[in-house]
């Protein structure tokens, strides 16, 4: 069955120069994300960044959030602008859009929904960092805001290769067609 393209967008969530550098396999997931970049692009499906950033001393990280709080400190010295860098390798297109986000979830604190619906998107194809931070918050905020999920779930990693597991056989297809790069790219 051909797959709708119309309605489409490739989501490429937080493929950050410091963030693919955390993997130990990093070559791994930059290549498959290339190669999911390419197939959009090839058949015309928009490709939209997210990176998580904050301001200069992260002003938007709350103590009482403890995934990020613990960060705060090291993020204080740090130049976000080059922090939120996407991977070179990777890097957008002219015309192609980045969204910033604040927390885990693609949506929290950006206008990532805003430009969901000014390209008439309803159906997400979901790459990221890490399978059980921004892909996990991400799908399950899409699926109560009744959007088409995909999950190209060799390229999505994460710390932990069980957890990654898990989450794209057992826990995404209740609310996501999980579909290997090249099940995808055959669509």
């Not at 499906?45 to 904050?54: A, D, E, Q, T």
């Not at 959030?65 to 860098?85: I, L, T």
């Not at 710390?159 to 090249?182: G, I, Y």
């Amino acid at each position: 069955m051909e797959q709708n393209t119309q309605n489409t967008a490739l989501l490429v969530m937080d493929m950050q120069a410091g963030i693919v550098s955390m993997l130990p396999n990093s070559a791994a997931i930059i290549t498959s994300v290339g190669k999911a970049i390419a197939h959009a692009r090839e058949k015309k499906i928009p490709v939209i960044y997210v990176v998580v950033g904050f301001r200069q001393g992260a002003p938007e990280i709350n103590r009482n959030n403890k995934g990020f709080a613990a960060s705060k400190e090291r993020f204080a010295g740090v130049d976000m602008s080059a922090f939120m860098a996407v991977h070179a390798d990777l890097a957008p297109q002219e015309g192609e859009i980045t969204v910033t986000k604040r927390r885990v979830s693609a949506f929290a604190g950006s206008d990532l929904e805003v430009v969901l619906r000014s390209l008439g998107i309803q159906h997400m194809v979901l790459t990221g960092i890490a399978t059980s931070g921004v892909v996990l918050s991400t799908t399950r905020e899409a699926a109560d805001k009744d959007y088409k999920i995909t999950i190209i779930s060799d390229c999505c990693a994460d710390a932990d290769e069980e957890v990654h597991r898990v989450l794209t056989t057992k826990v995404f297809p209740r609310q996501a067609d999980v579909k290997t790069l090249e099940e995808w790219g055959s669509m």
